[in-house]
């Protein structure tokens, strides 16, 4: 397994525990250094990235959250499972919010479908790789013109503007 794979899946692995445990603010630190420990072993110098990923998907959780009701509203926030939260999160983050020339658009959403199909159910890789690519195609893929859902792609933009500025 790739290093950066193994530590994206550190890092969904320390979200979802955090998420399925309430979200406790103080037990995220001890979390993802006992992850470290376990699953990163020989991986110190992917512990920055891990720190980044999850300290931005944290720090960015209520706007992510609000791209994932907006992109499937058919499935509440809390109606979907664990597993594939804590990917879509993750997923979103690298997405919206990450370092494009790091972590190019493509390999976020190919990323996060391949954690889908390690830790998530039969059809979570259809389902992450279903929101992902909405958000993608509603945001504009570089070089490429879609036809955009006008509504929703100017709604996902309001949504990560108007809070740019509101601490979370």
Request: aromatic letters at 8%; glycine letters at 6%; hydrophobic letters at 35%.
């Given at each position: 397994?790739?290093?950066?794979?193994?530590?994206?899946?550190?890092?969904?692995?320390?979200?979802?525990?955090?998420?399925?445990?309430?979200?406790?603010?103080?037990?995220?630190?001890?979390?993802?250094?006992?992850?470290?420990?376990?699953?990163?072993?020989?991986?110190?110098?992917?512990?920055?990235?891990?720190?980044?990923?999850?300290?931005?998907?944290?720090?960015?959780?209520?706007?992510?959250?609000?791209?994932?009701?907006?992109?499937?509203?058919?499935?509440?926030?809390?109606?979907?499972?664990?597993?594939?939260?804590?990917?879509?999160?993750?997923?979103?983050?690298e997405l919206l919010f990450g370092d494009h020339a790091e972590v190019?658009?493509?390999?976020?959403?190919?990323e996060a479908i391949e954690l889908a199909k390690s830790f998530g159910?039969?059809?979570?890789?259809?389902?992450?790789?279903g929101v992902l690519g909405t958000v993608y195609r509603e945001m504009?893929?570089?070089?490429?013109?879609?036809?955009?859902?006008?509504?929703?792609?100017?709604?996902?933009?309001?949504?990560?503007?108007?809070?740019?500025?509101?601490?979370?």
């Open positions: 397994m790739a290093s950066r794979h193994l530590a994206r899946s550190i890092a969904m692995q320390a979200l979802f525990e955090w998420d399925f445990n309430g979200k406790k603010p103080a037990a995220l630190d001890d979390i993802v250094e006992r992850n470290k420990k376990e699953f990163g072993v020989g991986l110190d110098e992917e512990y920055p990235f891990i720190d980044r990923l999850i300290k931005g998907t944290v720090d960015h959780l209520s706007k992510i959250d609000q791209v994932i009701t907006q992109a499937a509203p058919e499935w509440p926030i809390e109606q979907i499972t664990s597993a594939d939260r804590a990917i879509l999160r993750l997923g979103l983050y190019p658009p493509k390999v976020a959403i190919n159910g039969e059809s979570s890789g259809r389902f992450v790789n504009g893929e570089p070089g490429k013109e879609y036809p955009k859902r006008d509504e929703s792609a100017h709604k996902i933009n309001d949504q990560i503007n108007k809070t740019d500025n509101v601490k979370e």
